[in-house]
C-alpha cells in the first residue's frame, strides 16, 4: 500500500464464508485487493477467486443501459413499462399472477425492499430466491429441530474441535478459507481428526484422516445408525436430553433398526470404516459437522439434516466450543436472504407468514395496504407456474434461472412463452437476459452498497469502491422506483443505510430480548454509523451488553419452540431408487475450485479460467472402460429432459455408477454443457430443494 492510496473494507462476493476484503483505491481508479486482516471470518486470508478480485473489474460485458424488447431505452420508459404491465397482470389476472426470482447475490438491503413490495404491497409471496437451490433443507431442518432457523456454531468451532465430519461438503473448493482454517488447525494439533463424507474423493479429501464414500443418497442411513450406536454405547447426554430436548423416543424408535451391517448395506462403505467412525463420534468430546450441498440438494435433504442434527443434540454436542451441527451456505448472502425474507414460505425477520401476529406486526412496520397470508411459490414450483400460464409475469433480479434451474431446457422454454419477462443484472448477454422483454442494468459488486450475513450468523458491509458503470443502479433502487410507479408509498428511502435500520428495528418488535433474529441495536443507526458499520454477529439486541465474544446458540438449551426444547426428529430412511436400465449412473453437480456460478464474473479473469478450461465429467476408470470411454475423449450424457456433451475425465476419484460433472457453463459459452437441463423437477417435500445431485442418465462415447 502506499500513501496515496484510499483503504475500503468491503466483503467478497462469491462464497458463504464471507471473507473481509481491504481494496486500495489509487487515485486514477486502480484497485488492489488484499485480505482484511480484522475480519473475523478470514483474519487477512483469501481464495484464489477472492484475491482475483481486481481482475473481474471490467466493463467487459456489462449491461451499460435498460433495454425493452432488445432494443436501448431510457430508464423512464423501461420502468413505467414493467409497472404498467404488472399493474395491469395483477387487476386482470389477481396477485398471484406475478412472481420475483430473486437471488443470494442480491445485499440485504435489495432483499428488503423486494419483499416488502411483494408480500405488503402486491399481497402476493410470490418471491423466492435462488438459495432455495442451496440451503432450502437446512433451514426446514434447523426449524424442525430448533424452531427457528439457526446455525448454532461459529467458525472458530472448526479449530477447536476434537472431531470434525464434513458431510457432502467440497470444503476445500466451495469455502476455501474456511478450509484454509481447518488446515491450520489440523496442522497446530495433529491430533484433530477430520473425516470426509462423501461420495467423491475430492480435494477436501487430502487433508482428512479418513474418506467414506458413501453412496449417493445413503446419508440418511449412516446418522440413522450412528443415533443407535451413541445410544448402544451410553453416549447420550441424559441431562442435556432430559431438560432440554423432545422426541428422543421417536427418533431412536426410527433409528433402531439400523446395525453396523445395515449401514454398511446402504451405503456401501465397509463395516469397519463405520464402526471407526461411529466410535470417534462417541469418545471424542467436541464434534463439529459440516454440511452443505451434498446434504441439501437432495429430495431427501431435510431428513438428512434432521438425522445429523439428532446425533449432536443426542450427545449435547451443540453451541458448546468445538461442538455443533454447521450447515455452511453457498452464496455470499443466502444467509440474509434467510432472515430478510427472500424464501417465499416466510416474512421478514424470521417471522412466519401462517401467525396473524406476526402478519400484523410486520404489515404495520411495513405500513403496508395488505400482507400476503399463505406461502407463494417456491423456485422450482414458480417456473412450473410460469410454464402453465398461472405466473404472466415475472422479474429476475441477479439470477440465470436457464441455466441454472432443473429442467433448465424446460424453463428456457417456460420463460421464452411467457407474456412478461424482466431481468436485472449486470451482464448484458446471459441465457435469461435473452428471454426478457426488459433488461435494467444492475450494478455489481465494487459499484453498490449495502449489508450480506454469512454462515456464522456474521452480518458484514459490502462497500462501493467506484461509481456503477453505465446507467446501472442498485437494486434497491430500481425495485423502490417500479413500486414508486405502481402507485404505492412508502418507497422513497434515499440510501441503504435508511432501509437497514427500518428492517434492524423490525427485528425487535416481536418477543424483544427472546428472539433468534434481532439487530435492534442498529435500529437508530446514523448514515454515518452505517458507513463504519463494523462486522457483527446476531443477535445483537437493543440493550444487551456489547461482547467482543463469538456468539453461539444453544449450549444451554434456549430453543425456540413453544416449549423451549429441541425437537429430535424420526427420519425414516427411504433408499434411492433402482437405477433403471437406460439410466444407470447417478449424475452429482457441483463447483470448481476458481469459477463461481455461470462464471459471469470469474469468467473474465484468464488466471482463473486456466484452472480447468472446460467442461469435463468424472468417471471412473471401470465405467470408462466398460463403456468404451478414453481417457480426455468427449461423452454424451442424456435422459429424457436432455443430452450434454463433456470432456471425459478418468478418474478413481469417482464412485462407480456415478458421475460428476461442473453447472458452471451455460449455453452461451458452451451451448451442449448446460447440465442442469438434466436435473429432474422432483423437490424436497417439506423444504422445496430440488435433488441437484440425483439426476439419473446414461453415458455414452460421442
Ligand atoms: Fe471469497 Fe469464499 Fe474465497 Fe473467502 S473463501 S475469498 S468469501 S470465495
Avoid at 463424507?197 to 467414506?212: F, K, Y
Avoid at 470404516?273 to 431435510?302: C, D, K, M, P, W
Avoid at 410486520?362 to 410460469?386: C, N, Y
Avoid at 472446460?614 to 475423449?633: G, K, Q, Y
Wanted: neutral net charge; aromatic residues 6%; contains cysteine.
Amino acid at each position: 500500500m502506499n500513501a496515496t492510496q484510499k483503504v475500503i473494507r468491503t466483503t467478497c462476493p462469491y462464497c458463504g464464508t464471507g471473507c473481509g476484503v481491504k481494496a486500495l483505491v489509487s487515485p486514477t481508479g486502480a484497485i488492489e485487493i488484499c485480505g482484511d486482516d480484522e475480519h473475523p471470518a478470514n483474519f487477512g486470508r483469501l481464495c484464489v477467486k477472492g484475491a482475483a478480485l481486481a481482475e473481474t473489474l471490467t466493463e467487459e460485458g456489462r449491461l451499460l443501459h435498460p433495454k425493452v424488447n432488445g432494443a436501448r431505452a431510457d430508464w423512464e420508459t423501461a420502468l413505467r413499462l414493467v409497472a404498467d404491465r404488472f399493474r395491469e397482470t395483477i387487476a386482470a389476472h389477481g396477485p398471484d399472477a406475478v412472481a420475483f426470482y430473486v437471488s443470494g447475490q442480491m445485499l440485504t438491503e435489495d432483499y428488503y425492499v423486494a419483499n416488502r413490495l411483494m408480500k405488503g404491497f402486491i399481497g402476493s409471496a410470490n418471491i423466492d430466491t435462488n438459495s432455495r437451490l442451496c440451503m432450502a433443507s437446512s433451514v426446514a431442518g434447523h426449524k424442525r429441530a430448533f424452531g427457528a432457523d439457526v446455525v448454532p456454531n461459529v467458525y472458530e468451532d472448526l479449530e477447536t474441535a476434537d472431531l470434525v465430519l464434513l458431510v457432502g461438503s467440497n470444503l476445500a473448493w466451495c469455502h476455501p478459507v474456511l478450509y484454509q482454517r481447518l488446515e491450520a488447525a489440523k496442522a497446530r494439533r495433529p491430533d484433530l481428526r477430520i473425516i470426509d463424507i462423501d461420495p467423491r474423493r475430492t480435494a477436501t479429501s487430502e487433508l482428512c484422516d479418513a474418506h467414506l464414500a458413501l453412496a449417493p443418497g445413503s446419508d440418511v442411513a449412516l446418522f440413522l445408525g450412528l443415533l443407535t450406536y451413541l445410544d448402544r454405547v451410553g453416549a447420550c447426554d441424559h441431562d442435556y436430553v432430559a431438560r432440554h430436548t423432545s422426541g428422543v423416543e421417536t427418533a431412536l424408535a426410527a433409528a433402531k433398526p439400523w446395525s453396523i451391517g445395515d449401514v454398511a448395506r446402504a451405503t456401501g462403505v465397509v463395516a469397519s470404516e463405520i464402526e471407526a467412525l461411529y466410535a470417534l463420534f462417541a469418545t471424542r468430546e467436541r464434534v463439529v459437522t459440516v454440511y452443505s450441498q451434498g446434504v441439501n440438494q437432495s429430495v431427501h435433504g431435510t431428513d438428512k439434516v434432521n438425522a445429523i442434527l439428532n446425533c449432536h443434540l443426542f450427545t449435547g454436542r451443540i453451541g458448546k466450543p468445538g461442538s455443533g451441527p454447521f450447515s455452511v451456505t453457498g452464496q455470499p448472502n443466502a444467509m440474509g436472504g434467510r432472515e430478510v425474507g427472500g424464501l417465499a414460505n416466510q416474512l421478514a425477520c424470521h417471522m412466519e407468514l401462517d401467525d396473524p401476529h406476526h402478519r400484523a406486526i410486520v404489515q404495520s412496520h411495513w405500513r403496508a395496504p395488505t400482507i400476503a397470508d399463505r406461502p407463494g411459490l417456491k423456485a422450482v414450483e414458480m417456473f412450473d407456474a410460469v410454464r402453465d400460464g398461472r405466473v404472466r409475469a415475472i422479474w429476475i433480479i441477479g439470477a440465470n434461472p436457464a441455466v441454472s434451474l432443473p429442467q433448465a431446457d424446460v424453463v428456457r422454454a417456460a420463460l421464452a412463452a411467457c407474456p412478461f419477462v424482466v431481468v436485472s443484472d449486470a451482464m448484458e448477454h446471459t441465457d435469461t437476459t435473452a428471454l426478457a422483454s426488459v433488461v435494467l442494468p444492475a450494478q455489481a459488486w465494487s459499484e453498490k452498497d449495502g449489508t450480506v450475513t454469512n454462515s456464522e450468523r456474521r452480518i458484514s458491509r459490502q462497500r462501493a469502491l467506484r461509481k456503477g458503470v453505465g446507467e446501472s443502479l442498485p437494486d434497491w433502487r430500481i425495485i423502490c422506483r417500479v413500486a414508486t410507479l405502481m402507485g404505492f408509498e412508502g418507497f422513497d428511502y434515499q440510501t441503504p443505510a435508511d432501509i437497514f435500520r427500518e428492517y434492524a428495528a423490525l427485528s425487535g418488535r416481536l418477543n424483544h430480548g427472546a428472539r433468534d433474529f434481532d439487530i435492534s441495536v442498529h435500529e437508530e443507526a446514523t448514515q454515518a454509523d452505517y458507513d463504519r458499520l463494523a462486522p457483527f454477529q446476531w443477535p445483537s439486541r437493543k440493550g444487551a451488553r456489547k461482547s467482543s465474544e463469538a456468539k453461539r446458540f444453544f449450549g444451554r438449551g434456549g430453543f425456540f419452540t413453544p416449549d423451549r426444547r429441541a425437537r429430535l426428529v424420526a427420519t425414516p430412511y427411504v433408499a434411492p431408487a433402482p437405477h433403471e436400465q437406460h439410466t444407470p449412473f447417478v449424475l452429482n453437480t457441483g463447483r470448481i475450485r476458481d469459477q463461481w456460478h455461470t462464471m459471469t464474473r470469474t469468467g473474465v479473469s484468464p488466471r482463473l479460467s486456466r484452472h480447468i478450461a472446460e467442461p469435463f465429467v468424472e468417471i471412473h476408470p471401470a465405467d470408462a472402460e466398460a463403456l468404451r470411454i478414453a481417457p480426455a475423449s468427449l461423452v454424451r450424457l442424456s435422459n429424457a429432459r436432455g443430452a450434454v456433451v463433456l470432456r471425459a475425465l478418468v478418474t478413481e476419484r469417482q464412485r462407480r455408477g456415478a458421475v460428476f460433472a461442473p453447472f458452471h457453463w451455460t449455453g452461451l459459452l458452451a451451448s451442449a454443457a448446460r447440465v442442469d437441463a438434466l436435473v429432474g423437477a422432483a423437490t424436497d417435500p417439506v423444504s422445496g430443494q430440488p435433488g441437484l445431485k440425483e439426476a439419473r442418465v446414461t453415458v455414452v462415447p460421442f
